[in-house]
Nanobody, 126 residues
Framework: QVQVVESGGGLVQAGGSLRLSCAAS????????MGWFRQAPGKEREFVAG????????RYADFAKGRFTISIDNAKNTEYLQMDSLKPEDTAVYYC???????????????????WGRGTQVTVSS
């Protein structure tokens, strides 16, 4: 089955940057969307950003617009989340997710995604 693995988390000061990677393997389908979600302590998991297979369709949560950039490298089966101007409120476990889908609509609903990574911790200090 599909496996999704995140990496690139760590500790950074406010205003700094991190680049997260998400590598997928074991696909039996050629069309999909990939996304990033995050979950802070005591809070529900929330959508961060998503991207279609071609990379031409993207969607961002309001808090991510202008600061985060999602991209995809199909040859490497990897998506990336470049996070700039990080804030303490960005502190969370970040999860990569994938959904087998023939279209390009990027859903913000975590329940529609089929495969999940184990998460990577991002901590932003004041």
């Amino acid at each position: 089955q599909v496996q999704v693995v995140e990496s690139g988390g760590g500790l950074v000061q406010a205003g700094g940057s991190l680049r997260l990677s998400c590598a997928a393997s074991g696909r039996t389908f050629s069309t999909y969307i990939m996304g990033w979600f995050r979950q802070a302590p005591g809070k529900e998991r929330e959508f961060v950003a998503g991207i279609s297979r071609s990379g031409t369709n993207t969607r961002y949560a309001d808090f991510a617009k202008g600061r985060f950039t999602i991209s995809i490298d199909n040859a490497k089966n990897t998506e990336y989340l470049q996070m700039d101007s990080l804030k303490p409120e960005d502190t969370a476990v970040y999860y990569c997710a994938e959904k087998s889908y023939s279209g390009t609509y990027i859903s913000v609903d975590e329940t529609v995604y089929d495969y999940w990574g184990r998460g990577t911790q991002v901590t932003v200090s004041s």
